[in-house]
C-alpha cells in the first residue's frame, strides 16, 4: 500500500492556522502564542509531518545518503555496525550521515526528524522502542526504514537483527546444564538500553524456569570498560563469594572480569566461570577467553544498507546467535 505523506496543508488544516503559520512554528520563526506552537507541533508530531529541508524545486528527489540514528559511536559494537553500512552503501554510490542519540528517546526523536527533513535514500535507526512521534515520522516519511540490531517487538517496517530475549534464555540454558547453580549479574542499569534488558530478561525468565534465583546483580551507568568490568566483578564477588558463574551484559566487561580473576589470584576457568555478550574480538586477546553471544554487528549494518538500497519494504532479517564457550563452557 503507498504511503501519503501528511503535508503542510494537511497539519495547517487540523491545527486550525494557515499554512503560513504553520510553516513558521515549525521552522522556528516569527511570533506565535504558546498554545498555537504547542497545538501545531502536536498536530505535526501526530502526523508524522517532516519539513523537507532540500529546496523546493528538489523537493520530489531524494538525496544521495543513508540517514543513521545510533545510540553511541564510542564503542566498539557500533563502530562495527556503521562499518557495515558503510561499505554496503559506498556500493551505490551513498554517503552516510550519522547522528547520536546517547540512548535518549527524545533525543533520537530530534535526530530522527532531522535526517527524514533532508529526504535521505533511506533511514536506519537502532533499536525498535521510540517515542509515538518518531514513530510516526519513519511511518508517514515515504522513506525506506529499517531498525536494527533488535527483532523482539513490532517495527515500523524493515527490521534486520537477532532476539536478545533468546539469546538471554539460550545462555542460561547451558550455564545450567553444566550443573552451575550459583549465578550472579553484572550489567548496564540505564533504562533505555532495552536491548540489554531484554537479554536479562530471558536469562531470568530461564532460570526461573529452572528453579534457579539469581544470587546477586549489580548495575552500572554509563559506558562499559574494562576497569569498571575489574571493579564491579570486585564488589559483587567480595559480597558474594560463593557465586560459580558471572553474566555479564557486555565482552568488556566480562573481559574486565578476567582480568581481575586473574590479579586476585582466583582461579579461571576452574574456580569462576564467565560470559559476555556481543562476540567481540577483544576476547581473544584474554589470557583466558570469556564466553560469549554473537550479536551479528556489521552484518546487522550490511544487511540494513543493501534492504535500503532493494527498497524492500516490510522485510524482516533475523540473524541466529549462538552460544560462544570461550575457555569456560
Not at 510553516?23 to 502526523?47: H, P
Not at 545510540?71 to 559494537?77: A, E, L, N, T
Not at 551479528?296 to 544487511?303: A, D, I, K, W, Y
Request: charged fraction near 25%; aromatic fraction near 6%; proline fraction near 4%.
Amino acid at each position: 500500500m503507498a504511503i501519503i505523506r501528511p503535508t503542510l496543508r494537511d497539519v495547517a488544516e487540523r491545527a486550525g492556522v494557515s499554512e503560513m503559520t504553520a510553516s513558521r512554528v515549525l521552522r522556528g520563526l516569527g511570533e506565535a502564542s504558546e498554545e498555537t506552537i504547542n497545538r501545531v507541533r502536536s498536530v505535526a508530531d501526530t502526523l508524522g509531518y517532516v519539513p523537507h529541508r532540500i529546496a523546493s524545486s528538489l523537493s520530489s528527489r531524494n538525496v544521495d545518503l543513508i540517514g543513521v540514528v545510533v545510540p553511541s559511536i564510542s564503542s566498539m559494537v557500533f563502530s562495527d555496525v556503521l562499518s557495515g553500512i558503510s561499505e554496503a552503501a559506498s556500493t551505490a554510490d551513498k554517503q552516510v550521515a550519522i547522528s547520536v542519540s546517547g540512548y535518549d528517546l527524545a533525543a533520537e526523536e530530534r535526530a530522527v526528524r532531522e535526517m527524514l527533513s533532508w529526504r535521505p535514500t533511506g533511514l536506519i535507526v537502532a533499536g525498535l522502542e521510540h517515542t509515538d512521534a518518531t514513530r510516526n515520522y519513519m511511518k508517514n516519511s515515504g522513506i525506506p526504514t529499517v531498525e536494527i540490531m533488535d527483532v523482539d517487538g513490532d517495527p515500523v517496517d524493515m527490521n534486520v537483527g537477532i532476539s536478545h530475549s533468546k539469546v538471554g534464555r539460550n545462555a542460561a540454558g547451558i550455564i545450567l546444564s553444566k550443573g552451575i547453580r550459583k549465578i550472579g549479574f553484572v550489567g548496564t542499569g540505564m533504562p533505555n538500553d532495552f536491548r540489554a534488558a531484554k537479554r536479562l530478561s530471558g536469562f531470568k525468565e530461564e532460570l526461573s524456569r529452572r528453579g534457579v534465583p539469581l544470587v546477586a546483580e549489580e548495575f552500572y551507568s554509563g559506558n562499559s570498560s574494562l576497569r569498571l568490568g575489574k571493579s564491579l566483578t570486585e564488589r559483587v564477588l567480595t559480597r558474594h563469594p560463593e557465586i560459580e558463574c558471572l553474566y555479564f551484559s557486555s565482552d568488556v566487561l566480562s573481559c574486565g572480569a578476567v582480568l581481575y580473576c586473574l590479579e586476585a589470584g582466583r582461579a579461571v576457568p576452574d574456580d569462576l566461570a564467565i560470559a559476555g555478550f556481543n562476540g567481540l574480538e577483544i576476547r581473544l586477546a584474554m589470557p583466558v577467553v570469556p564466553a560469549t553471544s554473537h550479536a551479528f554487528r556489521r552484518e546487522c549494518g550490511t544487511r540494513a544498507a543493501e534492504l535500503i538500497l532493494e527498497a524492500s519494504s516490510g522485510k524482516i532479517i533475523e540473524f541466529h546467535s549462538e552460544f560462544d564457550p570461550g575457555d569456560f563452557f
